[in-house]
């Protein structure tokens, strides 16, 4: 346990030098807790309709304006953030477990490498979006069907480096060593072969959270996701759509929103690449 | 063996042109083991392309909603419905109706269209030009902005155009296309009324979803040949090239880029495939009359002979890009030629992945 501890706050230590990313740590976080305690801090109710200031301007009233029916945008994009949040957290969580089990059995096992290396082949061969698009078009378009998709397509992702990270550990010394003292396999993967491939593992959650928040927004955005009149942000952007001649803001404004967490993430991801990256170690 | 006693046979006469004839052999050979290669590549797609049809028909058997309703509107009544799933033959079981679907594919006929009663087929052959032409130039302009703005940046590390390129490209990569299309839209054709927002009649109204489908990734390829370029910019051969005299730009562009740009071009097959199921968001933007807003059109009137057809050629389109890219890559990678051409090895069918994370991984763990 302690030397699981060092090892964060290594990480960490390494992270906070990085101002850049840690910024964009701070800004996540600081979404995160926005993003719980949305239905306290809203200025107004999302799905309250207000006729008489419908498609009003940004302005000190409504800082991000309103919608076709009144709506003040800012309460409605920070409660959107929660569906952006949890199908990103959500669905990375969900395939990385997966991915890493996956991985670790085909890693160990030569004939669930065979199956995983066939199912990776059938997956470079459908655009990962059109296979979205068809498990949504199957499973029904809702909140629980488009997290469910987007894990699924995404197991083989974590899979596969889990699986490469598996086969290089496995073939050190100290894992023989485990072995001949009489280790588990259980053991073995839980005690020494996760703990060493955690690195690409952290980096690749970041990134996919990325993916997984763009292809939820994407495929709301053509109605194949999570429908209206629900906050979600592609939803929000599709509405605003009609509007874009008169009323920009309905359109660019949750679009913005979106871009502040991606381009967050991602700058996380770089950072959390160089400081978990021995070679930049000093 | 063959190989050895051509040349053994050629070397018991003292040729003087031999040399010259065993290379010729040689490539000959290494040409014939590349045929069966392709040859062995292709016949891999049927499994894949067997899976993928099953896998899509499936999904769109056990999608909710009638397509009989859909044709005939919500107050048709229990007859007409039955009537309707027996015309189509919705009423088999699935294997039949899977098995039937499966053989008419061999003959080249993907069903007809529900709404339109037209070939599915023919459908998908009078949009797919508009489709692939906005896929391949945007995969051109992102290559060329793609390399050219990350070799810049790679050989002038931590200036300020390189910290401009890099910002610029992780707003690219987090900027979702269909809102850089609005933006777009709302910038150059209502502010400053300067290109068209819709429809596809001349090259003015290309500009914006080209632009739009290969920045992000532009932005990909940058960010790949930047770091690609400065791992290859630190090796011994480059300073060779600069202590021998070898002018900068040539040293960049011979020596440095024709390495550096392996690992872009290994990754470029799948970002096409990503470009292809991409257009679904810029053609719905812009209004182009291509495939993928085809497709949203035959989901939302459930028209599933149209979505499975649909999806099954861009998978064809898919499936075939990657192999056109991997068999391009055989020669424009000697190393891998060989590799290719000899071994036994099963692994084969994505070496670079393997290559790229072995590489990280040794460097995480050492």
Not at chain 1, 126 to 143: D, E, Q, R, Y
Not at chain 2, 323 to 352: E, G, H, M, W
Request: a positive charge.
């Amino acid at each position: 346990m302690a030397r699981k501890n060092s090892l964060a706050k290594q990480i960490w230590r390494r992270l906070r030098k990085n101002r850049l990313a840690f910024g964009c740590f701070v800004i996540l976080a600081l979404i995160i807790i926005a993003a719980i305690a949305a239905p306290w801090i809203l200025p107004y109710g999302y799905a309250k309709q207000n006729m008489a200031e419908a498609l009003q301007p940004p302005s000190f009233k409504h800082i991000f304006g309103t919608d076709n029916f009144g709506r003040d945008l800012f309460s409605r994009i920070l409660y959107g953030s929660r569906y952006t949040l949890v199908i990103g957290f959500g669905c990375a969580t969900v395939s990385a477990i997966l991915g890493i089990i996956v991985g670790v059995l085909a890693g160990s096992n030569k004939k669930v490498d065979m199956l995983l290396m066939r199912v990776v082949d059938i997956m470079m061969g459908i655009p990962s979006f059109t296979l979205n698009l068809c498990l949504v078009i199957a499973m029904g378009k809702n909140l629980a069907s488009l997290m469910c998709a987007i894990s699924i397509t995404h197991i083989p992702v974590f899979a596969r480096i889990v699986r490469v990270q598996v086969m290089t550990v496995s073939s050190q010394e100290y894992i023989e060593a485990a072995v001949s003292v009489g280790a588990q396999k259980l053991w073995i993967v839980m005690k020494h072969i996760l703990p060493n491939s955690y690195a690409p593992i952290i980096v690749l959650f970041t990134f996919q959270v990325v993916g997984m928040v763009m292809t939820a927004a994407s495929l709301s955005f053509i109605g194949m996701g999570i429908q209206p009149p629900e906050p979600e942000w592609g939803v929000m952007i599709s509405a605003g759509r009609t509007y874009l001649r008169s009323q920009w803001h309905m359109a660019i404004m949750p679009g913005i929103a979106l871009i502040v967490i991606t381009y967050a993430l991602n700058l996380l991801g770089d950072g959390l690449r160089d400081a978990l990256d021995p070679r930049l170690k000093q | 063996m063959r190989l050895h006693s051509i040349i053994y046979r050629d070397e018991t006469k003292i040729d003087a042109n031999f040399h010259e004839r065993k290379h010729i052999i040689l490539t000959k050979l290494e040409g014939d083991r590349l045929l069966k290669y392709i040859f062995k590549r292709i016949l891999l797609m049927i499994p894949v392309l067997f899976c993928i049809i099953v896998i899509v028909f499936t999904l769109m058997y056990i999608a909710p909603g009638d397509p009989a309703l859909a044709i005939l509107g919500e107050t048709a009544s229990q007859d007409q419905i039955a009537q309707i799933h027996k015309e189509y033959g919705l009423d088999r079981p699935y294997l039949v109706q899977l098995s039937d679907y499966i053989i008419k594919l061999c003959k080249g006929d993907m069903g007809e269209s529900y709404t339109t009663k037209s070939r599915v087929v023919d459908e998908i052959m009078a949009r797919y030009p508009t489709t692939i032409k906005l896929t391949l130039s945007a995969a051109v302009f992102g290559l060329i902005l793609g390399v050219t703005a990350g070799v810049i940046s790679a050989v002038k590390q931590y200036s300020a155009l390189d910290k401009t390129f890099t910002m610029f490209s992780l707003f690219g990569v987090s900027a979702p296309s269909f809102w850089v299309a609005m933006l777009l839209v709302l910038l150059l054709s209502v502010k400053l009324a300067w290109l068209p927002p819709t429809g596809t009649y001349g090259i003015e109204y290309w500009i914006m979803p080209v632009f739009t489908l290969g920045l992000q990734s532009s932005a990909y390829i940058m960010r790949m040949t930047r770091t690609s370029m400065l791992e290859v910019v630190r090796q011994d051969y480059i300073r060779t090239a600069r202590a021998k005299g070898q002018t900068e730009l040539k040293t960049i562009i011979k020596h440095a880029m024709r390495n550096a740009m392996l690992p872009v071009f290994t990754a470029l097959g799948m970002q096409i495939c990503g470009l292809l199921a991409g257009t679904v968001l810029v053609e719905t933007v812009f209004a182009i009359p291509g495939i993928s807003k085809y497709l949203i059109d035959c989901v939302n009137n459930k028209d599933f002979p149209c979505v499975q057809g649909l999806v099954l050629w861009i998978a064809i389109n898919c499936v075939a890009i990657n192999l056109i890219v991997d068999v391009v890559y055989c020669f424009i990678d000697p190393r891998l030629k060989t590799a290719y051409t000899r071994s036994k090895n099963k692994s084969k069918s994505q070496p670079a992945v393997n290559t790229e994370n072995r590489g990280k991984a040794g460097a995480i763990s050492g």
